[in-house]
Each structure stands twice: as structure tokens, then as C-alpha cells.
């Protein structure tokens, strides 16, 4: 598909202080690495200002993880590696900043659904009510099934995985259907991300699934192209979703919980040297912590607001909705030659 021009001339042009400080960088004598690009000597770090970008608001926690990222990458370089921030997608849609991080316009950002049509194991993480919480999910995030993970998408997609971030525990909200079992979804016209396995078990789940990119999701609510959703309860606070439905599914049982892979263009990632590795993946491995605690929190303190807002929250049958998609997991980890990522998920569930 090809992106919009407009997009792709702002996030060149985002881009291009990476190679202005190429040009203008330190050392040029014998003993710099060429390899680096900026003119550091080999195993020192040298002068770069990385490009992050992710389609969230200032107000969603992956914004704290990112700034968290630049403050403590800064320190840790000693000012020689610096970090612009473009949230809200103001350099286009999830797909339009992966395809800018290959490119090299932009160098890092955070995969969901759109990832998957590069790096197809993705879509194991879309697969809903798999992953029961974000408990559940760290424990995903420090085990080798992360290893695992990281290790496809670079193979199949070329890009670097240097850390996971949370997007919450994701319930389904509704208009005028209350959900407590798998046979209540039939017919819903459900927003999903851009994902060929969400939209697969939404539609064995009975729902009409429909895509919609993340920012207008209000609008489409508000008009009946959709009659719900099924975002984090961060993002219904954030969006004041709870003021058009009047249904939501209880936290105890997440829809999604899936661990989001921070990304680099793995190609970008090799160009680096060994000191300057260290200290990205040094000060990401910090803001990534702080960034999936921050969630926990935050996604607490929206639960509770939305809550006593007036909204009826349901209990679901957990048991009856994996019951219906056990199938549709083992068929998908099969196609992606994923049943030991598969079983490792369910072995951390505890």
C-alpha cells in the first residue's frame, strides 16, 4: 500500500539529523569505526539523535516510557545520544512508522496487529483471551518465550526487538449488549486493530469485525459505524469511551493483554557498535520496566473511574470464551509453526 506523501516527507525529514550529525560528527582520524557512521572511534559512542515514534497520545503510558527512554539514554551517553519524540501519530499510522523504521527515516517504535503482516508470528499475541492479564504478561516478558518471539520478528520481519512495553488489559465495551458469554457478540460490529488473528476469532466468536485505526474510534461509536470496542481501559478513559457505552467487561479477565515489542530496524540495530548497544539497550530495559509498572497503575485508577461513572461492568465466563477459541489458537500457532510459543504462553499463565 502506498503511504501518504505527506507522511513520508515528515518522517524523512525527522530522520535526517541522524545524517547531518553523520556529516558533522567527531573523529575522523585512522582509528575511527566507519562501520558507525558519526565518526566515533570504535567502542565509544558517538553524537546521534534517534527518532521514536508511536501513534498514542501524550497521555498513554507508552509516552512516559519513551521520555523516560530519552532521559535516561542522554544520561547514560553522557549527552551523545539524544531522542525526538513524535507521539500521537504525527508520523503516520502504525504501518507507516514501521515502514519508516526499515526505511530509516525513523528509528524506533512500538509493533501491535500491523506488524504482523512483516513479521507473522505476531499474531500469536492477537489472539484473544490467551493471554489472561498483565500479570500473566510479564511473566511472557521474562521468559525464553520473549526470546523466542524476539527472534521471528527479526527473521521475518528485519527489525530488532530491544524491549516490551504494556498496552494494558483490554476489556470489550459495548452500546446496548451486555457481554457475559461467547453467543452475546453475534452480530456486534466490533472494532479491531489491523490483524487477520484478532479478526479471525472475533468472527468464530460470532462479532462483525471492523477495522478502524485507533484514533477515531470515538467518532465511529458515536455515529454507529461500530457498536463497540474492545480498548484498554486507559484509552477508554483517555477517549472518554465510557461516555457512549454502557457496557464493559470485567477487568478480571482479559480480552488482550499482549506485550508490545519496542522496534528497531534490525539492519539500524547491526550498524551500531558494542558501546552504543549497551547503552540503548541499557536505558530501554529501565523504561521499559518503568513503563509496564506505570500501566499497572494507571489502568487501576481508569478501572475505577470508569467504573463509578455509571457504566455497568459484566462478569464474563471466562472459561466458555476460551472453550470457543482454543481451536482457533492451535490453529493459528500450527500455521505459524508456533506450538512451543504457543505452550510456553499457557505454561506462564501460574
Given at each position: 500500500m502506498r503511504r501518504n506523501l505527506a507522511t513520508r516527507m515528515v518522517a524523512l525529514a525527522a530522520g535526517a539529523s541522524l545524517a547531518l550529525a553523520a556529516c558533522s560528527g567527531g573523529s575522523t582520524s585512522a582509528e575511527a569505526d566507519p562501520s558507525t557512521g558519526n565518526g566515533a572511534a570504535a567502542g565509544e559512542v558517538g553524537e546521534r539523535e534517534l527518532v521514536f515514534a508511536y501513534i498514542t497520545a501524550e497521555t498513554f503510558p507508552y509516552h512516559d516510557g519513551a521520555t523516560k527512554f530519552a532521559e535516561l539514554v542522554e544520561e547514560k551517553s553522557e549527552g551523545k545520544i539524544t531522542v525526538k519524540l513524535y507521539p500521537g501519530g504525527q508520523l503516520g499510522q502504525e504501518r507507516d512508522i514501521n515502514e519508516s523504521i526499515l526505511d530509516g527515516s525513523v528509528h524506533i517504535g512500538i509493533g501491535a496487529g500491523a506488524l504482523a503482516t512483516v513479521a507473522p508470528i505476531v499474531n500469536i499475541l492477537e489472539l484473544p483471551f490467551l493471554i489472561k492479564n498483565q500479570d500473566h504478561m510479564n511473566a511472557i516478558v521474562d521468559s525464553p518465550v520473549a526470546d523466542m518471539l524476539a527472534d521471528r520478528i527479526r527473521e521475518e520481519g528485519g527489525y530488532e526487538v530491544v524491549a516490551w512495553f504494556s498496552t494494558g488489559d483490554s476489556s470489550i465495551q459495548t452500546v446496548d449488549t451486555p457481554i457475559e458469554k461467547p453467543e452475546d457478540l453475534n452480530g456486534l460490529k466490533l472494532r479491531s486493530i489491523e490483524n487477520a488473528a484478532l479478526a479471525d476469532a472475533l468472527s468464530t466468536l460470532g462479532a462483525n469485525p471492523t477495522p478502524m485505526p485507533y484514533g477515531e474510534v470515538y467518532t465511529g461509536v458515536q455515529?454507529?459505524?461500530?457498536?463497540?470496542?474492545?480498548?484498554?481501559?486507559?484509552?477508554?478513559?483517555?477517549?472518554?469511551?465510557?461516555?457512549?457505552?454502557?457496557?464493559?467487561?470485567?477487568?478480571?479477565?482479559?480480552?488482550?493483554?499482549?506485550?508490545?515489542?519496542?522496534?528497531?530496524?534490525?539492519?539500524?540495530?547491526?550498524?551500531?557498535n558494542d558501546a552504543e548497544r549497551a547503552v540503548i539497550q541499557e536505558a530501554m530495559d529501565e523504561a521499559a520496566a518503568f513503563e509496564r509498572d506505570l500501566f499497572k497503575q494507571r489502568q487501576?485508577?481508569?478501572?475505577?473511574?470508569?467504573?463509578?461513572?455509571?457504566?455497568?461492568?459484566?462478569?464474563?465466563?471466562?472459561?466458555?470464551?476460551?472453550?470457543?477459541?482454543?481451536p482457533v489458537w492451535d490453529k493459528w500457532a500450527a500455521e505459524l509453526g508456533a506450538e512451543e510459543i504457543l505452550a510456553g504462553i499457557l505454561d506462564t499463565r501460574g
Open positions: 455515529t454507529g459505524v461500530i457498536e463497540g470496542a474492545t480498548l484498554d481501559w486507559g484509552s477508554v478513559r483517555s477517549m472518554r469511551l465510557h461516555e457512549l457505552v454502557n457496557y464493559v467487561t470485567t477487568p478480571d479477565q482479559a480480552f488482550l493483554a499482549e506485550p508490545r515489542p519496542v522496534i528497531m530496524s534490525a539492519a539500524f540495530w547491526e550498524s551500531l487501576k485508577e481508569a478501572y475505577e473511574e470508569i467504573a463509578a461513572s455509571g457504566v455497568t461492568v459484566t462478569e464474563i465466563d471466562g472459561q466458555a470464551f476460551e472453550q470457543v477459541l482454543q
